[in-house]
Antibody
Framework: QVQLLQSGPEVRTPGASVKVSCTAS????????VSWVRQAPGQGLEWMGWISPFTGNTYYAEKIQGRVTLTTDTAARTVYMHLTSVTSEDTAVYFCAREMQGYGDYDYWGQGSLVIVSS | QSTLTQPASVSGSPGQSITISCAGAFSAGGSFTLVSWYQQRPGQAPKLILY???KRPSGVSDRFSGSKSGNTVSLTISWLQTDDEGDYYCCSSAGVGTYVFGSGTEVTVL
């Protein structure tokens, strides 16, 4: 069955960087794009970016572009989200999600990874 | 940056129908095909309930339907059930390759 398994919780101090992983199983890894979506405590969903495991092409939300980088390790079937210069506003649960048809339609989601930024 | 505006909350009694609007869905030049809807229960990941505007993934009840009018898309839940409680988000194109989620709507079954 399709699964997206994310790495565990992280705690960072302001100004540091964090890298969250998302390991896919149960489907052809190259066939589906993967996006990252985050949710601050008590807040809504925020789309962050997308990567094609096949081409490595990426798109990023304008708000966060320059601080976020999505990469893949195809041998490990893993997608990574690297966020730099974090502040308290980056405290959130970070989700990876598989894009079903390429239309922003996310049919499978990871369990979420909590990132806390605190001094 | 594109903004999708949803009502903060919508409520209804069991058996009733409710509609959640999402304004601004095509402001970035996207189409109905690029609209999806998600249900999120507390402590869980979002669940896809509509894609391409009005298509339901396998296993999603036909009580969920999607529509559009002008620059607004809507999700209608018919025959409301207690299990429908949760937060609902629309998602639409924000420009080439990028997407934006709506502000979210809390659904309460009275």
């Amino acid at each position: 069955q399709v699964q997206l398994l994310q790495s565990g919780p992280e705690v960072r101090t302001p100004g540091a960087s964090v890298k969250v992983s998302c390991t896919a199983s149960g489907y052809p890894f190259f066939k589906y794009g993967v996006s990252w979506v985050r949710q601050a405590p008590g807040q809504g969903l925020e789309w962050m970016g997308w990567i094609s495991p096949f081409t490595g092409n990426t798109y990023y939300a304008e708000k966060i572009q320059g601080r976020v980088t999505l990469t893949t390790d195809t041998a490990a079937r893993t997608v990574y989200m690297h966020l730099t210069s974090v502040t308290s506003e980056d405290t959130a649960v970070y989700f990876c999600a598989r894009e079903m048809q390429g239309y922003g339609d996310y049919d499978y989601w990871g369990q979420g990874s909590l990132v806390i930024v605190s001094s | 940056q594109s903004t999708l505006t949803q009502p903060a909350s919508v409520s209804g009694s069991p058996g009733q129908s409710i509609t959640i609007s999402c304004a601004g869905a095509f402001s970035a030049g996207g189409s109905f095909t690029l609209v999806s809807w998600y249900q999120q229960r507390p402590g869980q990941a979002p669940k896809l309930i509509l894609y391409e505007g009005d298509k339901r993934p396998s296993g999603v009840s036909d009580r969920f339907s999607g529509s559009k009018s002008g620059n607004t898309v809507s999700l209608t839940i018919s025959w409301l059930q207690t299990d429908d409680e949760g937060d609902y988000y629309c998602c639409s194109s924000a420009g080439v390759g990028t997407y934006v989620f709506g502000s979210g709507t809390e659904v309460t079954v009275l």
